[in-house]
């Protein structure tokens, strides 16, 4: 439409060609402002929600790979009001305790077996279990001294 103004313009009124041109000019600088704004909005707008989405699966991500390594020390996941995934992360934290209550468990089982110190590998099999279920809890060591002073009371 804009080129058929100025054709008119040219052959009626040269003088109006000058504001035909500004006019578009204008007009397309406007839309390329227009464009570049509106792309910048759903872009932070993009991000925003996509953050609240991504965030909390990242830290699930890496809360996961931690205990894959054997690291049950680490607090329960906590994400923010504002994130999504709530439902998921709760689920998880439920699993998380319960992965943690069996390690202890199975602590206290190591410490309730009646190992003879005189079998040295026996006897140091078991004491590197236990040692290596409180690494992965943050528990104290296991206090060797007591377990072979136990052991030498039942025998006694």
């Known amino acids: 439409n804009q080129e058929i103004f100025i054709k008119l313009a040219y052959d009626i009124k040269p003088q109006l060609v000058m504001h035909l041109e500004k006019e578009q000019s204008?007009?397309?600088?406007t839309l390329a402002v227009g464009s570049f704004i509106a792309l910048a909005v759903a872009c932070f707008l993009g991000m925003k929600m996509t953050g609240r989405f991504i965030a909390p699966l990242?830290?699930?991500q890496k809360h996961i790979y931690r205990i894959s390594k054997g690291d049950?020390?680490?607090p329960e996941l906590i994400t923010r009001?504002?994130?999504e995934n709530h439902e998921l992360i709760w689920h998880y934290n439920y699993l998380y305790r319960s992965l943690q209550g069996s390690a202890r468990e199975e602590l206290k089982a190591l410490q309730k077996l009646d190992v003879d110190p005189n079998h040295r590998e026996a006897w140091q099999l078991w004491i590197n279990l236990m040692n290596k279920k409180a690494d992965q809890m943050g528990l104290p060591r296991v206090d060797v001294v007591k377990f072979e002073n136990r052991d030498e009371r039942r025998v006694a």
């Open 81 to 83: 009001s504002t994130d």
């Open 26 to 29: 204008i007009g397309l600088v």
């Open 58 to 60: 990242v830290l699930l």
């Open 72 to 74: 049950l020390r680490q």
